[in-house]
C-alpha cells in the first residue's frame, strides 16, 4: 500500500514538473472563435473563387487577379482575427490562473510555432507567384500541423494531436487537389471547434 502511494506521489510530482516547464494558459473558448471566423472565411473564399455558370447548375473556378487579390486580403483578415482572439483569450485565462502570459515558455512556444509557419508562408507564397493555387490550402494546413507539433513541447499535449490531425487533412487535400477549400474548412474550422471544446471540457480554461 506504501508502494503504490510513492509511486502516485512520483507520478504526482512529475506531471507537476512537466506542467511547470510549459505554457498551459491556452484558452479552450479562442480554438472555438478562431474556427468559427475559419468556416465564415471559408464560406466567403467559396463564393469569390466558385461561380454559377448556365449549363447544367455546373460551378466553375474563377481566379481572376481580382479574385486573388480578395482571397489574400480575407485570409489577411482572417489571420488577424484568429490572432487577435487567441491573444485576448489566452490573456483572460492567464489572469484567472495568476500567470504572466509572456514569459521563457510563451517565447519558446512562440518560437517553435514561428519556424515552420513563416516557412509555410513563404513556400506558399512562391507557389502562388507561380501560378499554383490549386495547393495553397492543403500547403497552409500541412504547415500549420507541422508547427502545432513543433510548438507541442512547450505547452499542452493536446495541441499535438490537433497537429497530427492538420498535417493528415493537408496529405489528402494534396491528394485531391479540387477538395482543398473543403478540407481547409475542415482543419481550421471544424477540428478547431472540436479542439476548443475537448480543452474548455477538460481544462476549464
Known amino acids: 500500500m506504501d508502494q ?3 509511486l502516485q506521489d512520483i507520478k504526482e510530482i512529475r506531471e507537476m514538473m512537466d ?7 491556452l484558452s479552450g473558448i479562442s480554438g472555438v ?9 471559408a464560406f466567403i473564399a467559396y463564393h469569390y473563387i466558385y461561380l454559377d455558370t448556365d449549363y447544367y447548375s ?13 482571397i489574400f486580403l480575407l485570409a489577411l483578415a482572417t489571420l488577424i482575427l484568429s490572432i487577435g482572439s487567441v491573444i485576448i483569450l489566452t490573456h483572460r485565462t492567464s489572469k484567472k490562473k495568476a500567470q504572466k502570459l509572456w514569459n521563457k515558455h510563451a517565447k519558446l512556444l512562440l518560437v517553435n510555432l514561428a519556424i515552420p ?10 507557389f502562388i507567384l507561380n501560378g499554383y493555387m490549386g495547393v495553397i490550402a492543403p500547403l497552409t494546413l500541412v504547415f500549420y500541423g507541422l508547427s ?6 512547450y505547452t499542452l499535449h493536446d495541441i499535438q494531436n490537433l497537429g497530427i490531425a492538420q498535417i493528415i487533412l ?3 487535400g ?30 476549464g480554461s
Not at 174 to 203: D, E, P, S
Open 58 to 70: 455546373f460551378k466553375v473556378v474563377y481566379l481572376s487577379p481580382e479574385t486573388i487579390r480578395d
Open 4 to 6: 503504490e502511494k510513492y
Open 19 to 25: 506542467r511547470s516547464g510549459r505554457f498551459i494558459s
Open 174 to 203: 494534396l491528394y485531391f487537389i479540387g477538395y482543398g477549400l473543403i478540407l481547409w474548412a475542415a482543419g481550421f474550422g471544424i477540428l478547431h471547434i472540436i479542439y476548443g471544446i475537448r480543452m474548455r471540457l477538460k481544462y
Open 117 to 126: 509557419l513563416v516557412t509555410g508562408g513563404l513556400v506558399c507564397l512562391m
Open 170 to 172: 493537408g496529405l489528402i
Open 33 to 41: 472563435v478562431a474556427g468559427i471566423i475559419a468556416l465564415a472565411s
Open 148 to 153: 502545432l507539433v513543433n510548438a507541442s513541447k
